[in-house]
């Protein structure tokens, strides 16, 4: 199953374009699993359980814009983290060092801490996110206090991507079976 761990946020107003609204994202991705193993599941769970309960929940701030590849070329739109980026990157690197334990390769690439706020798909898309990222335009700063990481199962639909909790573990304390 395609899944991944991640921090849930509040629901954001759609990114307005010519022809559809995107639907922004509602939640941060820690780890991606292009291909979670239904067996391996239980183990991740727990990996996530013993992260959580050894990390202390805190503050992160939402702002800026920029693009990957890059803001000529843009396939995805992010929003920066400022306030608490040193405390993501530890908790990231918390769950990558646990995840190995169980048999899980840790990340080639080092964690980038940013929120994808939209991916580009058409050729309307490519123009408003490049109007986007040269006004700096964008939604003001958001603050969010981490207080649980959840793993998530995607199901790729025509309409988009549908996620469902499959575990959720709160910061400082035991996980909860969604």
């Known amino acids: 199953m395609r899944a991944f ?6 629901s954001a107003a759609p990114i307005p374009t010519s022809g559809r609204a995107i639907p922004p994202s509602d939640h941060l991705t820690l780890r991606f699993f292009a291909d979670l193993p239904a067996a ?3 183990a991740v769970v727990d990996a996530l359980s013993e992260v959580a309960r050894g990390s202390a929940p805190f503050l992160i701030t939402i ?8 803001p000529r070329d843009p ?11 040193a405390a993501l990157i530890d908790l990231v690197a918390h769950l990558d060092r646990r995840l190995s334990r169980v048999g899980f390769p840790s990340e080639d690439r080092p964690f ?18 490049r109007e986007v990222l040269a006004s700096g335009g964008g939604p003001g700063p958001l603050s969010v206090f981490v207080r649980a990481i959840a793993l998530k199962e995607s199901t790729l639909t025509r309409d988009g991507p ?9 910061l400082g304390s035991p996980s909860e079976l969604a």
Do not use: C, N, Q, Y
């Open 5 to 10: 761990v991640a921090i849930d946020l509040p």
């Open 40 to 42: 391996s599941v239980p």
């Open 63 to 70: 702002e800026g814009t920029g693009a990957f590849p890059s």
């Open 75 to 85: 396939k995805v739109v992010w929003r920066g983290i400022t306030d608490g980026r």
């Open 112 to 129: 980038v801490p940013h929120l994808t706020w939209f991916r580009v798909r058409s050729d309307a898309e490519r123009v408003v996110a």
């Open 162 to 170: 549908i996620h469902r909790t499959i575990a959720s573990a709160e």
